[in-house]
């Protein structure tokens, strides 16, 4: 059952628009026939592999195969431009392994004493950890700050179409019912990844990359190297990944964004990141397979959900007769052990499968782009309409997809952009829910011990460099 999943997962992984989140629904109906381990081993392979499976189509396409795998899809393809695919592949497929590993080993000896930190977390926590992940806008554009901050606006724009928090209001629907639950993540992210890069093919004409013109060569090879120097990136990756999918709603993809921020923020080489530098790919492949195992913790301890994933989880575990809570672990503890490892297989399984999968992967490169092109597009449309079966969100895509490629036209970064929609709604739902609770109080912001570090980190963040740089151009000015 596992390897079987496995192979689902990195089809479904694999192809634009397609998420973890529906290779896991999809699997739902079939664990109605199975008993509860095989069920359970089912869903939890099934995500491992459809979060590595996204890197492949990110890497050698410029399209993120998954949510998870966006933060760094520019970088990965930036290598295999410079006929590094396999320096991507290989780098995403054992910093995968390795967090997942990670995750694993923190869910099933600290589960308990993480939920119960993970429960500390009130809506001022969550607000100025989505205020924390906003800043990763700024790091990720590689060009100019100011024009990362302006993508980075347009992004939570588009994330407060819909229905107000608090009033109930449709705000910038524009009159179509369709926007009043807001705009779907996965079209747009097709949209401005997939749909502009045809466009940009159609109108440039652009070469393939040099991978294409050769097989792949060895995706080990180089691997231990670049491990050993950055094997201190690789333990970020993964703790920082399983802590943030602790924390109930954020999960893999959140994870990816910030580490690979922090990346580029304590890197040595910070210049290299957008042009093909491996150690962005180290810590984000790392914290997204890491965000797995930790958001089981909160799922298995307290029934609380950690991403959308666990959110089905729950579900199939309530079917199976596993209530999650803190009694699960006393009345059914085989079960539990079960669970942990095939967690664990499961990602002693990615090396061999997600090896076979990159070297399958090379027959996309050999087809025409004459024939890729609309055949990706076909994916595209597939995608965005599977998640809500609206035809309305194809046509968002399609706009956003045009809006995306004269971005980027213009030096406009897109990856802001998405990170803007993903976080938007985080921090005003928590921001609105704050003021609430505290009547108007800023105050009551740094008033929890968790949240003043937290929102202290955030500032300093925020106006230390700008203190700075003024401080420098005023010290010049004396000069």
């Given at each position: 059952m596992i390897?079987?999943?496995?192979?689902?997962?990195?089809?479904?992984?694999?192809?634009?628009?397609?998420?973890a989140?529906?290779a896991?629904?999809?699997?739902?109906?079939?664990?109605?026939?199975m008993?509860?381990?095989?069920?359970?081993?089912?869903?939890?392979?099934?995500?491992?592999?459809?979060?590595?499976a996204g890197?492949?189509p990110?890497a050698?396409?410029?399209?993120?195969?998954?949510?998870?795998?966006a933060?760094?899809?520019?970088?990965?393809?930036?290598?295999?431009?410079?006929?590094?695919?396999e320096?991507?592949?290989?780098?995403?497929?054992?910093?995968?392994?390795?967090?997942?590993?990670?995750?694993?080993?923190?869910?099933?000896?600290?589960?308990?004493?993480?939920?119960?930190?993970a429960?500390n977390?009130?809506?001022?926590?969550?607000?100025?950890?989505?205020?924390?992940?906003?800043?990763?806008?700024?790091v990720?554009?590689?060009?100019?700050a100011?024009?990362g901050?302006?993508?980075?606006?347009?992004g939570?724009?588009i994330?407060?179409?819909?229905?107000?928090?608090?009033?109930?209001?449709?705000?910038?629907?524009?009159?179509?019912?369709?926007?009043?639950?807001?705009?779907?993540?996965?079209?747009?992210m097709?949209?401005?990844?997939?749909?502009?890069?045809?466009?940009?093919?159609?109108?440039?004409?652009?070469?393939?990359?040099?991978i294409?013109?050769?097989?792949?060569?060895?995706?080990?090879k180089?691997?231990?190297?670049?491990?050993?120097?950055?094997?201190?990136n690789?333990?970020?990756g993964?703790?920082?990944?399983?802590?943030?999918?602790?924390l109930?709603?954020?999960?893999?993809?959140i994870?990816?964004?910030?580490?690979?921020?922090m990346s580029?923020r304590?890197s040595?080489e910070p210049?290299?990141?957008?042009?093909?530098h491996?150690?962005?790919?180290?810590d984000?492949?790392?914290?997204?397979?890491?965000?797995?195992?930790g958001?089981?913790?909160?799922a298995?301890?307290?029934?609380?959900?950690?991403?959308?994933?666990?959110?089905?989880?729950i579900?199939?575990?309530?079917?199976?007769d596993?209530n999650?809570g803190?009694t699960?672990?006393?009345?059914?503890?085989?079960?539990?052990?079960s669970?942990?490892?095939?967690?664990?297989?499961?990602?002693?399984l990615?090396?061999?499968?997600?090896?076979?999968?990159i070297?399958?992967?090379?027959q996309?490169l050999?087809?025409p782009?004459?024939?890729?092109?609309?055949?990706?597009?076909?994916f595209?449309?597939?995608?965005?309409?599977?998640?809500?079966?609206?035809?309305?969100d194809?046509?968002?895509m399609l706009?956003?997809?045009?809006?995306?490629?004269?971005?980027?036209?213009?030096?406009?970064?897109?990856a802001?952009?998405?990170?803007?929609?993903v976080?938007?709604?985080m921090?005003?739902?928590?921001?609105?829910?704050?003021m609430?609770?505290?009547?108007?109080?800023?105050?009551?912001?740094?008033?929890?011990?968790?949240?003043a570090?937290?929102?202290?980190?955030?500032?300093?963040?925020?106006?230390?460099?700008?203190g700075?740089?003024?401080?420098?151009?005023?010290?010049?000015?004396?000069?």
């Amino acid at each position: 059952m596992i390897v079987c999943s496995a192979t689902f997962g990195l089809f479904v992984g694999a192809i634009p628009g397609l998420t973890a989140t529906m290779a896991t629904a999809l699997l739902v109906p079939v664990t109605f026939f199975m008993d509860p381990i095989p069920a359970i081993s089912a869903i939890a392979t099934c995500t491992a592999m459809a979060i590595f499976a996204g890197d492949i189509p990110g890497a050698l396409l410029r399209i993120p195969g998954t949510p998870a795998s966006a933060a760094y899809t520019d970088e990965a393809y930036a290598l295999t431009r410079k006929g590094q695919a396999e320096k991507a592949l290989g780098t995403g497929l054992i910093c995968s392994m390795l967090g997942g590993l990670f995750g694993v080993v923190v869910l099933a000896t600290s589960a308990p004493a993480l939920a119960d930190f993970a429960l500390n977390f009130s809506s001022y926590e969550f607000f100025w950890l989505a205020c924390l992940g906003l800043t990763c806008a700024v790091v990720i554009s590689s060009e100019s700050a100011v024009k990362g901050v302006v993508s980075l606006f347009l992004g939570l724009f588009i994330s407060t179409i819909g229905m107000g928090v608090v009033t109930g209001y449709p705000r910038f629907t524009m009159g179509f019912t369709d926007l009043m639950g807001g705009v779907s993540f996965i079209p747009a992210m097709v949209g401005m990844f997939a749909i502009s890069e045809v466009l940009r093919y159609t109108v440039r004409m652009i070469p393939r990359p040099v991978i294409e013109q050769r097989r792949f060569g060895n995706v080990f090879k180089g691997i231990a190297g670049t491990l050993r120097t950055y094997k201190l990136n690789v333990l970020r990756g993964s703790v920082v990944g399983t802590l943030v999918g602790i924390l109930p709603g954020a999960g893999g993809d959140i994870a990816a964004w910030v580490c690979y921020g922090m990346s580029k923020r304590f890197s040595k080489e910070p210049e290299k990141f957008g042009t093909g530098h491996v150690e962005g790919l180290v810590d984000a492949s790392s914290a997204n397979n890491a965000a797995l195992g930790g958001a089981w913790v909160p799922a298995m301890v307290f029934g609380i959900p950690g991403d959308s994933i666990t959110a089905i989880v729950i579900g199939v575990l309530y079917m199976k007769d596993m209530n999650p809570g803190p009694t699960v672990f006393i009345e059914r503890p085989h079960m539990v052990n079960s669970v942990f490892l095939a967690f664990f297989l499961a990602n002693l399984l990615l090396l061999p499968l997600g090896f076979l999968a990159i070297r399958l992967s090379r027959q996309i490169l050999r087809i025409p782009h004459a024939v890729l092109m609309p055949i990706i597009m076909l994916f595209c449309v597939v995608g965005s309409f599977a998640i809500n079966n609206s035809s309305f969100d194809v046509m968002l895509m399609l706009i956003l997809g045009v809006m995306a490629f004269i971005m980027e036209e213009n030096g406009f970064p897109i990856a802001p952009v998405i990170l803007g929609i993903v976080l938007g709604v985080m921090v005003e739902d928590n921001f609105i829910t704050s003021m609430i609770k505290s009547d108007g109080s800023f105050l009551t912001f740094f008033e929890r011990p968790i949240a003043a570090v937290l929102g202290v980190t955030t500032l300093l963040i925020w106006f230390v460099p700008m203190g700075l740089q003024l401080y420098r151009r005023k010290k010049t000015a004396k000069a």
